[in-house]
């Protein structure tokens, strides 16, 4: 079981190769919805530094908002069953919405997320994920915009966590698999 003594492996994104991808997203994004408005809906708490570069570098009208989804099961590894723990008031009809993601393994969250949300009645509904794990795809979510696409890793940092922790860490790692217990 990974804890505070869990090995870090090297780095895999730094700030700065984050920071390129993210305006370059947001070029794309700009480009798709010009003259638009785009509600930003970070999923929490994985995507807040994702989140974070993507408002700052979008030069579309954008307003934010959070959500946060959880499966029954293991704190790291989806069980694929989800539900919405944190959905926010904000009227979500004929808006443009972006789902702010962190990352991308069976596509199971998403896939349930964009499911629940189609049902109040957004003119569109996209995804944008700072990484994706194709390797662990269980469904045929697909995302509308990714930064990285990653191997089959556990993955820390920069948002994402191992039981909490290592979510401050201000670019890209991931924990030796040996520490990872898989449930
Ligand atoms: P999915 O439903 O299997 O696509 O999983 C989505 C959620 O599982 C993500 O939003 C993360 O919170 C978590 N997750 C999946 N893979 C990793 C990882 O490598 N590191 C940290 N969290 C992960």
Not at 64 to 79: E, H, K, L, N, V
Not at 105 to 133: A, F, H, Q, W
């Amino acid at each position: 079981m990974a804890g505070k003594n869990a090995k870090l492996g090297k780095v895999l994104y730094t700030q700065e190769d984050i920071t390129r991808r993210a305006k370059e997203i947001c070029k794309q994004i700009d480009k798709d919805y010009e003259g638009e408005e785009v509600l930003l809906l970070g999923t929490l708490k994985g995507s807040i530094m994702w989140m974070v570069d993507i408002m700052k570098y979008l030069t579309v009208d954008t307003s934010i908002d959070f959500i946060t989804a959880s499966s029954y099961g293991s704190s790291s590894f989806s069980s694929g069953v989800v539900k919405i723990t944190y959905e926010p008031n904000v009227n979500m009809y004929n808006k443009n919405v972006i789902i702010i993601e962190d990352i991308v393994d069976t596509g199971n969250t998403l896939k349930y997320l964009i499911e629940k949300l189609e049902g109040r009645g957004p003119k569109s509904i996209k995804v944008c994920s700072m990484l994706n794990k194709e390797a662990r795809r269980k469904t045929d979510f697909k995302a509308d915009y990714v930064g990285f696409e990653i191997d089959d890793l556990f993955v820390v940092g920069y948002g994402l966590d191992f039981d909490q922790k290592y979510r401050d860490l201000p670019y890209i790692s991931y924990l030796d698999a040996e520490d990872v217990e898989k449930l």
